[in-house]
């Protein structure tokens, strides 16, 4: 999985955010990211697209773990709690895969373990890798 090392040193935006690789293999992937003030929105809660975002890099890394290059198709994120403080982590997990499509559920919950918001997501694979090994 070290080529999937090397296609998130690229992300550029994700360590903007401060969001930090967990965990990676087939199909799976694990990120947090502390809350700082720069998250929080006009009402000092965690900006839905800071959340968004720590889903969707989620969802990227699980998607790309194939070395098999994958783009977003569709995403779909419900919001389910507020949260101002702590660490949000994200789960990724591949639900279905074939040669073109596949689909990703990922969880994002906060520190004590409480839901935030749940992430759909379905990419298409391209059939060229993502980095040649």
């Known amino acids: ?18 969001i930090e ?7 799976y992937a694990k990120a947090k990211m502390e809350i700082k003030e720069i998250h929080h929105n006009s009402i000092n809660t965690v900006h839905g697209g800071a959340i968004f975002t720590l889903a969707d890099f989620t969802f ?23 949260i101002s403080e702590g660490v949000l982590i994200a789960e990724a997990q591949e639900i279905s895969v074939n040669p073109k499509i596949a689909t990703y559920k990922i ?8 839901l935030i918001a749940t992430f759909e997501g379905m990419t298409y694979r391209k059939e060229r890798s993502l980095v040649k090994e």
């Not at 999985?1 to 955010?17: G, H, R, T």
């Not at 690789?21 to 199909?27: F, N």
């Not at 070395?67 to 419900?78: D, G, P, Q, T």
């Not at 969880?107 to 409480?114: A, D, F, I, P, T």
């Open 21 to 27: 690789l967990l965990e990676v293999s087939l199909g």
């Open 107 to 114: 969880l994002v919950s906060n520190n004590l373990g409480e």
């Open 1 to 18: 999985m070290d080529f999937i090392k090397e296609f998130i040193e690229n992300d550029k935006f994700a360590k903007s955010v401060g």
């Open 60 to 82: 990227a890394v699980a998607a790309n773990s194939h070395n098999k290059m994958s783009v977003a198709l569709n995403v779909n994120i419900s919001f389910l709690k507020a």
